[in-house]
């Protein structure tokens, strides 16, 4: 098992490009979902996801899409990026979420927006 | 809104000593979760609390929950260097069918030989 996985590790963007950070876990988990991580902040949900086809808002969805068409995989998305979203990011998963299940958090994904 | 406070934010302590942090949450939960950060890693589940009086231990670090108070607490016994991280307890909130994880801060301890 690879577990959670993310890509890219690091990423430099200009403001206003677009990316999509990629998140996949190969547990057959159901419930799979993103954080952002600012300094002196701790962990901020922005999306999240109970199945394939399902996603709904978290703390701070503003400036981020998501979509779940398989199990696996669960993309971030970013528009129009901007220097607020400067940040580090993780995907979780777990097998029934958060209110059944302890999350597996990704390696993480450093993005610094320019 | 569910408000989730650690304390204290930053713990330098010396090998051997004990301490205990803090994790204050302001509406009614059921489930509670410590979990630990290594600089520039990711994060590792330590513990999940899930009653009233629920008490968890491995090695060194013993978590507790008072679901009355609105408190969990995670005792450090016998510092080690190697128990230098961040600590992040996060608390699901009893709202019909709730999956919105809210994180505290965080607290860096530092273990000093």
């Known amino acids: 098992n690879a577990g959670v996985t993310q890509t890219p590790k690091f990423q430099v963007l200009k403001t206003g490009q677009s990316m999509t950070l990629q998140c996949a876990q190969d547990?057959?988990?159901?419930?799979m979902s993103w954080y952002r991580q600012d300094p002196g902040m701790g962990l901020r949900l922005i999306h999240y996801?109970?199945?394939?086809?399902?996603?709904d808002q978290g703390e701070v969805p503003n400036g981020y899409n998501v979509s779940r068409s398989t199990t696996e995989d669960f993309p971030l998305r970013l528009l129009s990026a901007a220097p607020s979203q400067t940040s580090v990011y993780f995907c979780?998963?777990?097998?029934?979420?958060?209110?059944?299940?302890?999350?597996?958090f990704g390696p993480g994904t450093r993005l610094t927006v320019l | 809104e569910l408000k989730v406070e650690q304390n204290p934010l930053f713990l330098s302590m010396q090998e051997g000593k004990n301490y205990t942090i803090y994790c204050n949450y302001s509406?009614?939960?059921?489930?509670l979760y410590w979990y630990r950060q290594d600089p520039g890693k990711s994060l590792e589940s330590l513990f999940v609390?899930?009653?009233?009086?629920a008490v968890k231990q491995e090695g060194r670090l013993m978590a507790s929950l008072d679901t009355k108070a609105r408190l969990s607490t995670l005792h450090i016994t016998a510092a080690v260097h190697d128990l230098s991280a961040t600590y992040f307890c996060?608390?699901?909130?009893?709202?019909?069918?709730?999956?919105?994880?809210?994180f505290g801060k965080g607290t860096k301890l530092t273990v000093n030989p």
């Open positions: 979780a998963s777990s097998y029934g979420g958060a209110s059944t299940d302890t999350q597996y």
């Open positions: 547990m057959n988990h159901e419930y």
């Open positions: 996801s109970v199945g394939a086809g399902i996603t």
């Open positions: 509406t009614t939960s059921d489930r």
């Open positions: 609390l899930l009653s009233n009086g």
């Open positions: 996060a608390v699901l909130p009893t709202q019909g069918g709730s999956e919105k994880l809210v």
